[in-house]
């Protein structure tokens, strides 16, 4: 596809990243092209833009991390056009991190006017979607904790895990993959359309975002003295071989539970029903990277 100048939208939150914003446009304006960029203070201004102005465009990029990218998702698939890139700057930036992007302003342009995209899966949650990686249980325990935090960060998800790790009980699930049903006590239920929560933490080695299928990851619980091995191998990418974990591939499923929380990409969600899981696949375009 052929993509000039113009045709690019940098999307910049002010409020929230750790680069900041006047960094972000003045690498923008230093890249030698004439690109667009917009500030957006609120979500308000945010859902604003995709309904007045993005359709002059053919790809938007998100200066964020994962849950920025989420918002966008609704977007994306009404306007199936516009094609995603992101510039990482949230705290974990996974779904990023997965696809090849980096906080390299003037690389990220060079790619976009290369005009090469790749299409993305993406996991329809009850209305909701998401990108990376949703779950329930410890991980959704830790997003609220972590949301509820006026700092960001590694350190801080660090901190809100070893707090989450004493304040946790596991919780009851009934999985539902058409004929077969699993049922059980587990410490969390992960849905993994790429490998990783964010920072390089693989949860998922061999999930891929564009092969249809979801990576579910059903955790059971473990002694807490384990907790440092468990975080080793999933640093290491090597989760998979715990006895802990169980794997299973799917594209369509319900999981029912007694968790109050669940997360999408990070973003954390109050359970109030019963949720119904399908993969739809290819459904949006994202920059080429790699």
Not at 258 to 283: C, F, Q
């Amino acid at each position: 596809m052929q993509i000039e100048a113009r045709d690019i939208l940098f999307v910049i939150n002010p409020n929230s990243g750790k680069q900041n914003p006047d960094s972000i446009i003045k690498q923008i304006k230093d890249s030698g092209h004439d690109i667009d960029y917009t500030l957006t203070q609120s979500l308000e201004d945010f859902n604003s833009l995709w309904d007045k102005k993005v359709d002059d465009y053919k790809v938007v990029v998100i200066c964020g991390g994962d849950g920025s990218v989420n918002c966008t998702l609704k977007h994306l698939v009404v306007k199936k056009d516009i094609i995603l890139a992101v510039l990482p700057n949230g705290s974990g930036n996974g779904f990023a991190r997965e696809l090849g992007f980096t906080s390299d302003v003037g690389n990220l342009i060079e790619k976009m006017l290369n005009g090469e995209f790749r299409h993305v899966d993406l996991a329809k949650i009850n209305d909701d979607y998401s990108i990376n990686v949703a779950g329930l249980g410890f991980d959704s325990h830790v997003a609220s904790l972590f949301d509820g935090s006026k700092f960001r960060g590694l350190k801080k998800y660090i901190y809100c895990t070893i707090k989450g790790v004493f304040s946790y009980k596991p919780i009851e699930v009934e999985l539902f993959l058409g004929q077969v049903k699993v049922t059980g006590k587990f410490w969390g239920i992960y849905l993994a359309n790429t490998r990783q929560f964010g920072n390089n933490a693989i949860i998922a080695p061999e999930a891929k975002y564009d092969d249809g299928l979801l990576e579910l990851v059903l955790m059971k619980k473990y002694p807490i003295i384990l907790s440092p091995f468990l975080v080793y191998k999933m640093f290491t990418g090597k989760l998979k071989n715990s006895k802990y974990m169980t794997y299973l591939r799917a594209s369509e499923f319900t999981i029912k539970s007694n968790s109050k929380t669940y997360h999408v990409d990070g973003e954390p969600r109050s359970m109030t029903e019963d949720l119904n899981i399908s993969l739809e696949k290819e459904r949006i375009k994202v920059i080429k990277m790699n």
